[in-house]
């Protein structure tokens, strides 16, 4: 007779590691109907959207714990955190030069907040001008940005607490290091441009979850209080236009951009300083979305500006503001390759080109004329040119998915770039091969695909793979180093990034092919890069896991409700899950030209076909899912997440885990507020794809 204590702990064993008899946390159901153009929707878990609730935060609470618990396992089967902690300890330098400074955030130990180092000369040992844990004791302060007034006395900067989207803004002295009592609040979305003895910044009424409306620009002068500042500009006929905010590198120009958010259409004004009666005026007007017109800086008189006005790809022009309409092209459009910044010096200007991730740095004179051209290496990228216009050498940065960011000084007469230091790490990053691809969507479209892996790895036997995309708001993606990644694929893994359209990679035509009513398409090039994985045997639906956040996090929740057979694994990130009413809070209405609005019909026949929320169904079992979110999230609130992850934990049919990843005290961006939370975060992930890819 066979022992039943044994076969009950076996079954237990077998239950537990399939996840098919999983006790998840109660989650109560309470049904809420909506009538939208005589279709009715019905949202079962809509009272999780009150996240200020005591019940809220009780069920936030119990379903982080029990993903604690159940990421145990995983944790000692993988290994994550540690060798993760291992490939993330990167030596290097990243300075940036404003003004008479050079400026970086680093962390000083592992439980730190990043703080904001200074240095006048580049040999000169940084000191700290910043530190956020002097800022608050209680709040975890994210620094987001800083700028150093036109003499280099002064720098301003602007932090948020707890991941919020909310900033403030405080002045210290670069030469004392001593702080004044300028201290602005309801910063959000803004710069900070300075103009003499002050800046400009902007700022919206305090609304909560509520949608976010009403932007105001303001001009701050030093000494006195928010609530003297001068305003600048509303727009009290349209509360949903948004503005940004620019001073020229000289101070000679305000520009102010006013765009229609639900349109694309923009206006552009200006205020010259250098005329006898400096006023803000119309520079230009009705602006479409097709002309994207982006001012860079001046150069003279004259503004210098990127648009995509009857071109694809992208051009720089001269735009006199007495005579504003008629352009100069300063250098035409490449055909095949995208502009992706732009950077002006006294004599020259620097241009990054990219195309599917193989990027080219061109320099030309002020009449267009092609001075020298470096090409970068595929799968790496280079950016953030910074310096003074009239400096013979500036940095920038250069990195890939394998490989850490080193700064190079590029000499802006000879074109000759050098290592400012040598980055120190502690793995062989020449043993990862990046490989280029591509592949047929769904409708016969080409589309890019970026594979990176181990040299040695064997190409021809199904493998763990981690398929990512984002597809949104013509995004360009760029390959930036990852400790995760390395670790993914230490562990014979393959990363992928798919270049789906809704992204800008390939220009303005590849964005607004994933727009809006064309959003499913999107989806359709996703899917259609797992099957041709799937279909050349670099992996196996039972190895692919998928992952991507924001509107990346929207692509995995529909590829895995259109496709779910497709997947083993799904992580999506800060995802909006319900897409009928995510338009309803914080800057979701903004991006109606991006989704679409269940105002208009069509829109939301198109938003309720794809919208993960409303397409889970029962009858169907789903992949094992790592939802992760973070609950000070005010651009895509959390209760997204809440409302997909309590859904599918109550299906009859889902056989596979569901876990609700929920990192406290963080936004948007989720665990930036110290290097070991964002190690933990980082290995979370990565220990619940590879326990599922690997040993499930």
Known sequence: MKNPLFL????????????????????ISETVYDTIFEIVVADDYQWLENIADVKTKEWIDTQNKFTEKALRKPASKCNSYHSIDKYAYIKYENPIRQGDYYFTYAYYNNISLPALFYQKAINDSPTIIVDPNFISSSDNILLKGYSVSGDSKLLAYQFSRNGSDWGEIKVVNLRTGSHRNDHLIRVKFSGISWKDDGFYYSTFPEQGMETTTGQEVFYHKLGMDQTEDELIFRRKGNPTAFFSVMTTSDERYF???ERDEITGQSNIFYIDFASPSP??????????????????????????????????????VLIDPANPRAWNVLVPEYDAALLLEVKLLEDKLIAVYQSNQKQIISFFDYQGKTL????????????????????????????????????????TETFDMKPLRQTVVNFDYTQFETKELEYASNDGTR?????????????????PLLLKAYGGFGSVATPGFSPGIVHFLMNDGIFAFANIRGGGDKGKAWALAGKGKNKQTSFDDFIAAAEYLINNNYTSSNKLAITGASNGGLVVGAAITQRPELFKVAVPIVAPMDMIRFEKFTIGHLHADEYGSISDSADFQQLLAYSPLQNVVEGKSYPAMLIMTSEND???????????????????SQKNPVLLRTEQDAGHYGAESSFKKRLREEADMYDFILYHLLYQ
């Open 447 to 463: 589309i890019p695909l970026l594979m990176v892996y181990r040299k040695d790895l064997d190409l021809t036997t199904p493998n």
């Open 279 to 316: 006023a803000l005026m119309p520079l230009i007007t009705r602006l479409t979305a097709d002309e994207h017109l982006n001012i860079i800086d001046n150069q003279g008189n004259q503004l210098v500006a990127t648009s995509f006005k009857e071109n694809n790809n992208g051009m720089i």
């Open 634 to 652: 005010d651009r895509v609130p959390p209760f997204h997440s809440y409302k997909f992850a309590a859904k599918m934990q109550n299906l009859d």
């Open 255 to 257: 520009i102010l951009t």
């Open 372 to 411: 020298d051209v470096i090409q970068l290496g595929f799968g790496f990228s280079a950016g953030s040119f910074n310096g003074e216009k009239k400096d013979k050498e500036i940095l920038f940065s250069y990195s890939g998915y394998t490989q850490p960011t080193v700064v190079y000084i590029l000499n």
């Open 8 to 27: 009950f702990l076996f079954l237990l064993i077998y239950l537990s590691g399939t996840g098919q008899e999983l006790q998840y946390p109660e989650t």
